[in-house]
């Protein structure tokens, strides 16, 4: 069970870093339910594609270390 919070954690990370490139930070002004609204949105957008990312980016920064370490 421990391993999978790590796992989420992690994905919503993973998801946050795919998720900006695509779909940056723009919420300037609005209603004061629709900023909560855009951001669960966003949030969960992080945890789903960042399921599926996270072995990717774990990978590449496991790439990274050894690679600076040579």
Known sequence: MRWMSGYILMAI?????FVE????????AG???QW???????LILFV???V??????SLW?????????R
Do not use: D, H
């Open 31 to 33: 209603t004061n339910g």
């Open 61 to 69: 920064a496991v790439y990274k270390v050894i690679r600076a370490f």
């Open 48 to 50: 789903v594609i960042g």
């Open 52 to 57: 599926f990312t996270t072995p990717f980016t």
């Open 21 to 28: 490139k695509f779909i940056p930070y723009k919420m300037i």
């Open 36 to 42: 909560i609204v855009y951001y669960i949105f966003k």
């Open 13 to 17: 990370w993973s998801g946050y870093l």
